[in-house]
């Protein structure tokens, strides 16, 4: 029922807020940084008005239907099918990278990656891509299964890559329905309610292992210390997630900390690699850096949009999943700076139902929803940017492939699941 009435709430309220100003956002100072040195003053301009939203970001929202912006005179490309046969090599390889030799641990690794329950590739797609969009060839592609049999040519090192980032995603996915005691992911049973929480924490911890392994195959120092990087970030954000002070649970700069953590550093510190292994210079290498933090930041902010304004059915797991387990993402936050009283309420903390139907409510009031949304489309169009910035190229599979980079930029903002 609260959730039915705030997506009523958020239905009139439409209308209004396309022409109602926003409050100040408020962060970092210009020369601030995070513990970690990642600047968030490129997303922390003050929104008075939509027309400056539009300003800042470079897009009429008001003129498009979706808040998207329209690539004129250029054909809207299926990312995906641009790699299929790769994405199909690259899932027949990871069955054959999980198996194990207990049996329960090879039920528990190789869960996720059964034919139908990989879920989107969508990390694996955007390594791929990004692969030729920095000049890459693609050889000849062998017969899929083969494995490790295949020739250590520069592709296969950066499929390695799409590969390994698979599997510490999975790994991470597993953890994290653990600690939220999750039942439902991908749109089947978590393999914590399958098989019980020790199995599952020991499937990615196998997972995370094999991924090791797989690492030490490249021989590349640079790319080995940004990937063990990613497995450090991904542990801080999510004991950062675990904290209780309110002036850390309360603040927009340590949640997109937490963000960058928990969910950018992976496809950020992915994309960085593809480049270094390619050899390119260390400018190109933090454009592919740039394109993935920001790719990753705009990817979560619509998925905590989504918790809200989703059903189970779409996301394939429960809606309302963050605030039932008190986790403060960015709609409540926002909507914290425009009613001040919520802080009472989410300080209490999210046991009682009551507590969750008032914090919709509140939410319902809002701009929190929208503001979220402004906020990723504002990291979308940084990432299609930052594309537009590599080198100059004239090759036909170079220029589709950068095209395709910028179109998930804004199909991640469109997605409903």
């Known amino acids: 029922m609260a959730r039915a009435a705030l997506l009523h709430l958020l239905r009139h309220r439409s209308v209004a ?26 997303i922390c301009r003050a929104f008075s008005s939509k027309a400056a939203v539009n300003n800042i970001i470079g897009i009429d929202m008001a003129n498009t239907d979706s808040g998207v912006a329209v690539m004129e005179g250029k054909e809207r490309l299926d990312p995906f099918s641009l790699v299929a046969d790769e994405l199909s090599l690259i899932a027949n390889r990871l069955r054959s990278m999980v198996v194990a030799e207990v049996p329960n641990l090879a039920s528990a690794a190789e869960y996720f990656f059964k034919i139908g329950a990989e879920g989107k590739r969508f990390r694996p797609t955007v390594l791929l891509l990004m692969a030729t969009a920095l000049s890459v060839r693609i050889p000849e592609l062998p017969p899929a299964g083969v ?15 799409a590969e390994i980032t698979e599997m510490i995603h999975v790994a991470s996915l597993l953890h994290d329905d653990v600690l939220d005691d999750a039942d439902k992911r991908r749109g089947i049973c978590s393999l914590n309610a399958v098989m019980g929480n020790k199995l599952a924490v020991l499937a990615g911890d196998f997972l995370l292992s094999r991924a090791c392994v797989s690492l030490a195959s490249l021989k590349n120092t640079e790319v080995v ?27 927009m700069d340590y949640y997109m900390q937490k963000t960058y953590n928990k969910t950018a550093s992976l496809i950020s510190n992915s ?55 008190g986790i403060i993402t960015a709609p409540i936050l926002f909507a914290m700076e425009e009613f001040p009283e919520l802080h009472a309420v989410v300080d209490q903390g999210f046991k009682n139902p ?4 008032i914090a ?12 979220t949304k402004e906020l990723a489309m504002k990291h979308a169009n940084l990432a299609a940017q930052v594309i ?19 179109d998930l930029t804004q199909r991640v903002l469109t997605r409903n699941k």
Not at 300 to 319: C, E, W
Not at 362 to 367: N, R, V
Request: proline share 3%; glycine share 8%.
């Open 354 to 357: 009551a507590n969750v139907d």
């Open 225 to 251: 210390t940004l990937i063990a990087t990613v497995v450090e970030n991904l542990v801080t954000g999510e004991t950062m997630q675990l904290t209780t002070a309110s002036k850390q649970r309360f603040s």
């Open 360 to 371: 919709l409510g509140f939410l319902g009031k809002s701009s929190g929803i929208q503001r």
């Open 17 to 42: 807020t396309a022409t109602a100003p926003l409050s100040a956002y408020k962060c970092l100072s210009s020369n601030s940084k995070t513990p970690s040195g990642i600047r968030w003053t490129s």
């Open 388 to 406: 537009e910035s590599l080198p100059e190229s004239d090759d036909a599979n170079v220029i589709r492939s950068r095209q395709a980079l910028i």
């Open 147 to 161: 494995g490790d049999t295949l020739p250590t040519d520069l592709r296969t090192s950066q499929q390695r890559i």
């Open 271 to 325: 994309c960085k690699s593809i480049a270094i292994l390619a050899g390119h210079t260390a400018e190109v290498a933090m454009l592919a850096f740039e394109y993935g933090k920001n790719l990753g930041l705009a990817f979560q902010l619509i998925d905590d949009v989504l918790d809200f304004t989703g059903t189970s059915a779409s996301l394939g797991k429960g809606s309302l999943s963050d605030i039932r387990h």
